[in-house]
């Protein structure tokens, strides 16, 4: 596959409303491309976008910061590896996973949450992730029938709303997470059909309750 390595890259410069949109890296057809130690963010669009079958990039040790909408939007059944960056300073959440997408998410540093939704998958697993005021979106928040992420063995911390919001059939395990410093509650699961696994995770320190189940 082709690689890239030590780049700065940005998306969303002058031109048009619908050209201040558009992300800053985008990985589609197939591709296995691998990105490395790169600076990447966008004015108005989503940092990342990965898509479609098959495309399996590698982003390893990146900064992905700063843009008007997420950090990374996987979707259409797309894959990959996102490890060992940091993420943060987005309006919307910083990963993003949907439609059938399924990628390892793991040892990287996110600051304002990942959202899976639409039937996302996938594996986030190992990861520092916080959601801080303002926010008020869920550090981890899995809604939507057919949604079924693992997440696991991740520091949550730190969080303005709920730590880990599972909701509208959102499913999924939770397991062998830390849950701390949170100003909402550290789990919440609501509506009916919303059936996650919750266990072995430690969770301490919230200023509401620790687990909040209801319809």
């Given at each position: 596959g082709v690689g890239g390595s030590?780049?700065?890259?940005g998306g969303g410069g002058g031109g048009s409303a619908a050209q201040h949109a558009q992300p800053a890296l985008?990985?589609?057809?197939g591709s296995d491309v691998e990105v490395e130690r790169c600076d990447i963010k966008s004015a108005a669009g989503v940092a990342v976008?990965?898509?479609d079958k098959v495309t399996e990039p590698q982003v390893l040790a990146c900064r992905v910061h700063g843009s008007g909408q997420g950090g990374f939007l996987f979707c259409n059944d797309s894959g990959g590896v996102l490890r060992g960056c940091v993420i943060r300073d987005h309006a919307m959440a910083a990963v993003n996973i949907t439609t059938g997408a399924a990628p390892e998410v793991s040892r990287n540093t996110i600051v304002g949450g990942v959202f899976v939704f639409k039937r996302g998958c996938g594996v986030v697993r190992d990861n520092d992730i916080s959601s801080p005021a303002p926010k008020k979106a869920a550090a981890v928040e899995v809604r939507d029938d057919g949604s079924s992420p693992k997440v696991t063995g991740n520091?949550?911390?730190h969080t303005h709303g709920v730590a880990a919001y599972f909701h509208l059939g959102g499913g999924g395990v939770l397991t062998g997470n830390t849950i701390t410093d949170t100003d909402a509650e550290c789990v919440e699961v609501?509506?009916?059909?919303?059936e996650p696994v919750v266990r072995d995770n430690v969770i301490s320190n919230g200023k509401?309750?620790?687990?909040?189940?209801?319809?």
């Open positions: 030590g780049l700065t890259t985008v990985v589609c057809d976008l990965v898509r520091r949550i911390h609501a509506d009916p059909g919303t509401s309750v620790g687990i909040r189940i209801h319809s």
